[in-house]
């Protein structure tokens, strides 16, 4: 093909490599092992895309293992470059998979490809064709291979379905293992939805272990195509599952059905009346189906739910093992509600191990009808969870409500009342309950917690194990916030083991009530976490406190002061606590810092074990920024194994506070990370860094200079570090990349071991991409093994300035290609050009 033409033949790949122009590949394993490398290349830089992926020509993939293991590479290019579309796609017929094992082992390639690129989709396509998945084992092991296609290309969408024609995925073991293969196909392509589905007719799952294992197949089919949904659904029974075990094990199959078609939606559920789940172990074992249906289909909902009269759930074990079934109802049809619950009043649950293991079953019922909910909760009375073992394990139900449904919220939670919660082992073991209750029903809040107030934890291990409860408490409710949390006053966490073992509670309480916030938190004050293991060990607690409640902040975190973390092991293990605190209550910020330099990390296990803490702020506070990063300054990480073991700490500030970032980064410059083990093991510091703070972008990188990753293992263990830089900053991007420059990733195993370090540079700058590129010319990866395991790293592009630049940079490319073949080190800082003129393209 085209490596012949260029007379480098496969079996002279590591021969030949340094004579690709700008190609300088230390090798080693990118992602989790091998050789190879990963590039995630994201930049729609408006007109002029060619000097992207004329670079793009010449990066080439040399092989190794790419992702997680094997050989080969994977490519994740999204780029909405407006008209010219033709340079990106021309570059990639140059690229090709050469094979390997992409993804997670085995020999193959995965190609995700999104360009929404508007009229001119011929030529993406096209290329497609002489892609061709040459085979082997894509996602995580086998043969075979996995294409996610999403083009919303407009008009003319012949091109993308005839070419898909020709891809065919020709068997092997996709996902995970096994034989057959997974599409995953969205394209609201419009009017002529004719070309997409009649290539779906020819595609044809083969057979095959699907997801995970064994044989059959799974299809995700989200396609709004607006008036003409016949061809869809006419192609949809033709297609029908053969069979074999979907998701991961067992035979049977998963069907996502996802169309909001508009009026007509009567041949989409005739289809389905055909396509029938023939049996056998959906998900991830045993014999049943699972059906996800959310279709908002509008007027007409009586074929909707007259199809699903006659699918009937056979009985058999959903999920991850038993039998029995799950249905998740999603479907705001509007005025005509009744036929919807008629409907699954005669559906019932026949009983048997829900969700992943023994008896029971599991509702999540999300209906925003409007005006009448009486027939919604009336059928709600009829469907009684008969017990049984839900989620996991052990016996007990685990209801999920969330009905907007406006003023009249009274039979919602009468209905509520009779529905009891029997007892039994909810989630994923032991007894009790979970309840996570969602209903902004404006005025009248009073039904619904009154209602609370009857239902009662009776103890039992809720989550995964142990005794204690987990309440998510989610109600915008307006005004009248009193009832709501004098109820909770009464409700009172028992105590036992919450989430996954030991003692304790978690509790995340999420409500904009708007002015009067003095109930929730005086409330707050009483409830008081007792102690004992929150999230998965230990002792302790986990406290998630989402309220943009406007300007009254103060009593929030003046209650906050008094809750205090006692101690004890979060998340998963040791001592210590977490906190995410997401407030953007506007101009008054004052209150909540302060409170927060009085909270105090005072160490233990955070995350998953160790000592430390892992706090995640974020906070789009407007003007006023300066009280936050203040008491940012006092915070400060002790130290300790945060994430998942280790000592060190993680920090993911995201601020978007427009136009005074300066206190905010000066901040960041006092926090410096101490060093030790940050993400799951090793020394070192992860920072994801996302701020689009407009204009002003100078003091938030030069504040990135003197952060400094001093090294040790980030990710998941090894030295180095990891940084995701994502800064669209409009016009004036010298700054971000200058700092950049200075930054240098000092060298240690990124990701998750090894030596090395990943870059993901996503940076929608717009017109001037000089200064962008021509930083990443002088950040240079040392080396090391990127991602996780291995030697190597991912590289800059140094031949790529010759088209974008005059005299001057093309001079620092073949310096920069003659530094690299006489063996100097990558880091030393060299001399660039001067900045080129806006008018040198070209």
């Known amino acids: 093909m085209l490596l012949a033409a260029a007379g480098l033949e496969r079996g002279s790949w590591a021969a030949d490599v340094s004579s690709v122009p700008g190609t300088c590949w230390r090798g ?15 930049d729609p830089i408006g007109i002029n895309g060619r000097s992207l992926w004329s670079a793009l020509q010449r990066l080439q993939f040399v092989g190794g293992g790419a992702a997680s293991g094997g050989g080969g590479a994977v490519a994740v290019l999204t780029d909405p470059i407006g008209i010219n579309g033709r340079s ?34 011929r030529s993406l396509w096209s290329v497609l064709q002489r892609l061709q998945f040459v085979g082997g084992g894509a996602a995580s092991g086998g043969g075979g291979a996995v294409a996610v296609l999403t083009d919303p290309i407009g008009i003319n969408g012949r091109s993308l379905w005839s070419a898909l024609q020709r891809l065919q995925f020709v068997g092997g073991g996709a996902a995970s293992g096994g034989g057959g293969a997974v599409a995953v196909l969205t394209d609201p392509i419009g009017i002529n939805g004719r070309s997409l589905w009649s290539a779906l007719q020819r595609l044809q799952f083969v057979g095959g272990g699907a997801a995970s294992g064994g044989g059959g197949a799974v299809a995700v089919l989200t396609d709004p195509i607006g008036i003409n949904g016949r061809s869809l659904w006419s192609a949809l029974q033709r297609l029908q599952f053969v069979g074999g075990g979907a998701a991961s094990g067992g035979g049977g199959a998963v069907a996502v059905l996802t169309d909001p078609i508009g009026i007509n939606g009567r041949s989409l559920w005739s289809a389905l009346q055909r396509l029938q789940f023939v049996g056998g172990g959906a998900a991830s074992g045993g014999g049943g189906a699972v ?6 289909i509008g007027i007409n909902g009586r074929s909707l739910w007259s199809a699903l009269q006659r699918l009937q759930f056979v009985g058999g074990g959903a999920a991850s093992g038993g039998g029995g079934a799950v249905a998740v109802l999603t479907d705001p049809i509007g005025i005509n509600g009744r036929s919807l619950w008629s409907a699954l009043q005669r559906l019932q649950f026949v009983g048997g191990g829900a969700a992943s293991g023994g008896g029971g079953a599991v509702a999540v019922l999300t209906d925003p009808i409007g005006i009448n909910g009486r027939s919604l909760w009336s059928a709600l009375q009829r469907l009684q969870f008969v017990g049984g073992g839900a989620a996991s394990g052990g016996g ?14 009274r039979s919602l939670w009468s209905a509520l009342q009779r529905l009891q ?12 309950a979970v309840a996570v209750l969602t209903d902004p029903i404006g005025i009248n809040g009073r039904s619904l917690w009154s209602a609370l107030q009857r239902l009662q934890f009776v103890g039992g291990g809720a989550a995964s194990g142990g005794g204690g409860a987990v309440a998510v408490l989610t109600d915008p409710i307006g005004i009248n916030g009193r009832s709501l949390w004098s109820a909770l006053q009464r409700l009172q966490f028992v105590g036992g083991g919450a989430a996954s073992g030991g003692g304790g509670a978690v509790a995340v309480l999420t409500d904009p009530i708007g002015i009067n916030g003095r109930s929730l938190w005086s409330a707050l004050q009483r409830l008081q976490f007792v102690g004992g293991g929150a999230a998965s060990g230990g002792g302790g607690a986990v406290a998630v406190l989402t309220d943009p409640i406007g300007i009254n902040g103060r009593s929030l975190w003046s209650a906050l002061q008094r809750l205090q973390f006692v101690g004890g092991g979060a998340a998963s293990g040791g001592g210590g606590a977490v906190a995410v605190l997401t407030d953007p209550i506007g101009i008054n910020g004052r209150s909540l810092w302060s409170a927060l330099q009085r909270l105090q990390f005072v160490g233990g296990g955070a995350a998953s074990g160790g000592g430390g803490a892992v706090a995640v702020l974020t906070d789009p506070i407007g003007i006023n920024g300066r009280s936050l990063w203040s008491a940012l300054q006092r915070l400060q990480f002790v130290g300790g194994g945060a994430a998942s073991g280790g000592g060190g700490a993680v920090a993911v500030l995201t601020d978007p506070i427009g136009i005074n970032g300066r206190s905010l980064w000066s901040a960041l410059q006092r926090l410096q990370f101490v060093g030790g083990g940050a993400a799951s093991g090793g020394g070192g510091a992860v920072a994801v860094l996302t701020d689009p703070i407009g204009i002003n972008g100078r ?10 990753f001093v090294g040790g293992g980030a990710a998941s263990g090894g030295g180095g570090a990891v940084a995701v830089l994502t800064d669209p900053i409009g016009i004036n991007g010298r700054s971000l990349w200058s700092a950049l420059q200075r930054l240098q990733f000092v060298g240690g195993g990124a990701a998750s071991g090894g030596g090395g370090a990943v870059a993901v540079l996503t940076d929608p700058i717009g017109i001037n991409g000089r200064s962008l590129w021509s930083a990443l010319q002088r950040l240079q990866f040392v080396g090391g093994g990127a991602a996780s395991g291995g ?4 590289a800059a592009i140094p031949e790529a300035y010759q088209l974008l630049y005059p005299k001057g940079l093309q001079r620092l490319a073949a310096q920069l290609r003659e530094r690299d ?22």
């Open 88 to 121: 990106l796609w021309s570059a990639l017929q140059r690229l090709q998979f050469v094979g390997g094992g992409a993804a997670s082992g085995g020999g193959g390639a995965v190609a995700v490809l999104t360009d929404p690129i508007g009229i001119n989709g």
């Open 791 to 794: 030697g190597g790293a991912v």
């Open 699 to 708: 003091s938030l990188w030069s504040a990135l200079q003197r952060l400094q």
């Open 396 to 409: 007990g139900a685990v209801a999920v409500l969330t009905d907007p449904i406006g003023i009249n919220g």
């Open 291 to 296: 059906a996800v249906l959310t279709d908002p």
């Open 421 to 432: 919660f029997v007892g039994g082992g909810a989630a994923s073991g032991g007894g009790g």
């Open 821 to 842: 073949r006489c063996g100097y080190l990558l880091g030393q800082p060299l001399n660039p050009p001067a900045e080129p003129a806006m008018n040198t393209f070209y």
């Open 28 to 42: 080693g394993g990118a992602a989790s092992g091998g050789g190879g490398a990963v590039a995630v290349l994201t």
